[in-house]
């Protein structure tokens, strides 16, 4: 079983990985580049990002993981 910190360190590794996937899309938008093939990428990257935190977070420790890191 993970430590809290582990858990803790994890998420936020794949807040960050989120949070780049979705400046990346955002970039796009700016150049009006929806629908290019960069476009399309960034889209798989995004929701490969978001699922994995997604499934992180929905796993069966993390709410007592959540609980233990919340005393601090």
Excluded: C, Y
């Amino acid at each position: 079983m993970q430590t809290a910190d582990d858990f803790r360190f994890t998420a936020h590794s794949l807040l960050l990985a989120l949070d780049e996937s979705t400046i990346n899309m955002m970039k796009i938008v700016v150049l009006s580049s929806m629908g290019s093939p960069a476009w399309k990428s960034a889209v798989i990257v995004q929701q490969a990002s978001f699922a994995a935190l997604h499934l992180h977070l929905g796993h069966v420790d993390a709410p007592a993981l959540m609980l233990q890191g919340s005393a601090r």
